[in-house]
């Protein structure tokens, strides 16, 4: 079965700071990965995704992934976080080779300082 | 164009009885999936219909149930309420399979 680790349930950074979440995936068959944002009493909206091709995926907001095989990994990054950054990120993989059932990772959120 | 709709926002039933959830998908979305996000067990999987078929089916006891009508909407019912399945119901759209999931704002369950 597939699943999905977020490694921290919160993140603290400075305004300007470079944002970090990281999302460790297991997956039997070629993975589809996900990462959404949920702002307070809101749906998620997908930031980006990864399915086939580039291993370096970038999404809306100046977010970007990157897909790393050898080390299951695709952790969400941003060169310079904004206050309205703040928010919680899930990462996601989707369950087999089609279809859109979403295994989500159990959150981080993000904090911005001034 | 507009986005998903759920309806209503917020609920507040007893143990034991039952509750229906609606979805209206955007327009010309043909997929739709629910999830449950509670704060001890995350964003979960219920199901996925598209063209009115379950296609997929999340770990959930018989009591959650759904469906999809001929214009996409979807509708999921939980019978014999518990404590526990107080939680943020969450359903999504796409246009087909492996397209983008758009959510709605969700609804709120509470269970007295």
């Known amino acids: 079965a597939q699943s999905v680790t977020q490694l921290g349930s919160h993140v603290s950074v400075s305004e300007g700071a470079l944002v970090l979440l990281r999302c460790n995936y297991s997956s039997s068959v070629p993975p589809y990965l996900f990462w959404y944002v949920q702002y307070p009493n809101q749906g998620l909206q997908l930031l980006l995704k990864?399915?086939?091709?580039?291993?370096l995926v970038k999404g809306i907001n100046g977010f970007e992934a990157e897909f790393k095989k050898s080390e299951t990994s695709f952790h969400l990054t941003k060169p310079s976080a904004h206050m309205s950054d703040a928010a919680e990120y899930f990462c996601a993989v989707s369950e087999g080779q089609a279809g859109t059932a979403l295994i989500f990772g159990k959150g981080t959120t993000l904090s911005v300082s001034s | 164009k507009a986005g998903v709709t759920q309806t209503p926002r917020y609920l507040i039933k007893t143990r034991g009885q039952q509750v229906t959830l609606s979805c209206s998908p955007i327009s010309g979305h043909r997929s739709v999936s629910w999830y449950q996000q509670t704060p001890g067990q995350g964003l979960q999987f219920l199901f996925e219909?598209?063209?009115?078929?379950?296609?997929n089916k999340g770990n959930f006891p018989g009591r959650f149930s759904g469906r999809q009508f001929s214009n996409s909407r979807s509708e999921m019912n939980v019978s014999t309420l518990e404590l526990g399945d107080s939680a943020l119901y969450l359903c999504a759209s796409s246009l087909s399979v492996l397209n983008e999931q758009f959510f709605g704002p969700g609804t709120r369950l509470t269970v007295l």
């Open positions: 219909y598209f063209s009115e078929t379950q296609r």
């Open positions: 990864y399915t086939t091709g580039a291993t």
